[in-house]
């Protein structure tokens, strides 16, 4: 059996994760999500989705890069207009 690398677990049905050639042990998502997805460096919550990059930094949403100080990204396409317009 194998162990989780996050929680330390001893689990029968653990999965590998491979990235860049490193392999990491988890029993379940949860401690893969913990370990490995990108933390969004204005709201702190981890990044399970595709996120938002720019400059190198991937935030989690467009309201969180914005107060980041990146400018025209949205999370909704209805908005565009709302963010071109100041006010």
Same mark, same amino acid.
């Given at each position: 059996?194998? +162990? =989780?690398?996050? =929680?330390?677990? %001893?689990?029968?049905?653990? $999965?590998?994760?491979? +990235?860049?050639? #490193? &392999?990491? &042990?988890?029993? =379940?998502?949860?401690?893969?999500? %913990? ?12 990044? $399970?989705?595709? @996120?938002? #990059?720019?400059?190198?930094? +991937? ?7 914005? %107060? %980041?100080?990146? #400018? @025209? $990204? ?8 709302? #963010?071109?317009?100041?006010?």
């Amino acid at each position: 059996m194998k +162990i =989780c690398e996050c =929680c330390g677990n %001893q689990y029968d049905k653990c $999965i590998d994760v491979t +990235i860049d050639g #490193e &392999t990491y &042990t988890f029993d =379940c998502f949860e401690c893969a999500i %913990q370990m490995l997805a990108p933390t969004c460096p204005h709201c702190d919550c981890r990044i $399970i989705g595709h @996120g938002v #990059e720019v400059d190198g930094a +991937i935030y989690c949403c467009g309201h969180c890069s914005r %107060q %980041q100080g990146a #400018e @025209g $990204i949205v999370d909704n396409a209805d908005h565009v207009e709302d #963010e071109r317009t100041p006010g």
